[in-house]
């Protein structure tokens, strides 16, 4: 059999397996079916959870510092869900959560020589937009008294004043976002993410005025698609930096060599922890399945469940396991067996 170039890059399985082990499993079994095949390992991310470690994996040279990632060229990527992510609380608190994590791990990488920052926005705990970042980068949140208001987006509804004269200064900066939601209103931060991090009806409208309050002394235009990333983290670093925001999941692609990779594959693994009808709008799985169609490459989607049809070839870690349960609990021997089903299947009718 002629050997195959093959493109592993799934997404991160959120909440069981990264998307580099994820990528390694699946082409590990993909070899033991097909081991003259030239199989490309390139994890992937969209500014969420699993960005750092998809770009430490693609990029050579890259080393981890600590809570940041240092890049060859002497810029470095920072990751709000690894230092502060919904995933690290033990209970949600949607008042209390902060970014302050975020902005230590910022002035790390700052204080250390880093010559450019990208900050990957996704996955957060809290809805402060960005503030507990900006305090631990210097900057004064206060309330009427002029006391230093708490951490945590609860805390904005008493925002009345901002003092910017002791930021840290930054490199350039880069905003990887996986949303294009507005910072305020009902397909804002609040209102659409708010309720997954915890918060009921009433607390969503106390962050959003919150937010408001936020917007209107920061000035930066709330209703700028991606603001609301990250409980409004997008809004205070942009509004406090200038910083743009951009996709994600594109600035990955170009850090791992994805589409330069796919001009000369012949099949194309993707996958995530659940394929669904919202994968195929935007999402980084939905997104490689039309970039291989466009190279001429075989997709394939590999995913823990399977809930819409990909329009290729496909395997649900669920359905080999016997349950969801199984296959989250020990995932990788699963993806092991998917990429041996893929390197035998994948391009031929799904059984």
Known sequence: ???????????????????????RAIAEGWLEVSPGDDVLVLPQADGGEG??????????????????????????????????????????????????????????????????????????????????????????????????????????????????????????????????????????AAAVFGPQKGATVDHVARLDAGLARLAALMGADPSEPGMGAAGGTAYGLAAAFGADATSGAEHVARLTGLDAALTRADVVITGEGRFDAQSL?????????????????????????????????????????????AAMADPLPWLVEAGRRAARDAGRPAP
């Open 51 to 188: 960005t750092l470690d998809a770009i430490r994996a693609s990029v050579t040279g890259s080393c981890l510092r600590g809570d940041w990632l240092e890049l060859p060229d002497g810029s470095a990527v920072v990751e709000l869900a690894r230092v502060c992510g919904i995933t690290l609380l033990d209970e949600l608190d949607p008042l209390g959560a902060s970014t302050r994590r975020l902005g230590e791990a910022m002035r790390d990488a700052v204080e250390s020589g880093a010559t450019a920052l990208t900050v990957a926005l996704g996955g957060s705990a809290s809805t402060d937009g960005g503030t507990g970042a900006l305090s631990a980068l210097g900057m004064r949140f206060s309330g009427s008294r002029g006391e230093v208001l708490p951490d945590g987006g609860g805390a904005l509804i008493h925002l009345e004043s901002v003092d910017r004269s002791r930021i840290m200064a930054v490199p350039p900066l880069t905003l990887l976002v996986d949303v294009t939601a507005p910072l305020l209103g009902p397909t804002g």
């Open 281 to 325: 709008t935007g999402k980084v799985v939905g997104g490689i399945l039309d970039r291989a169609r466009s190279a001429g490459a075989v997709p394939a989607v590999i995913a823990g469940s399977v809930d819409v049809d990909p329009g290729a070839w496909s395997a649900s870690l669920a359905e080999l396991a016997g349950s969801a349960r």
């Open 1 to 23: 059999m002629t050997p195959r170039t093959v493109v592993i890059a799934p997404d991160s399985f959120k909440g069981t397996v990264s998307a580099s082990d994820a990528a």
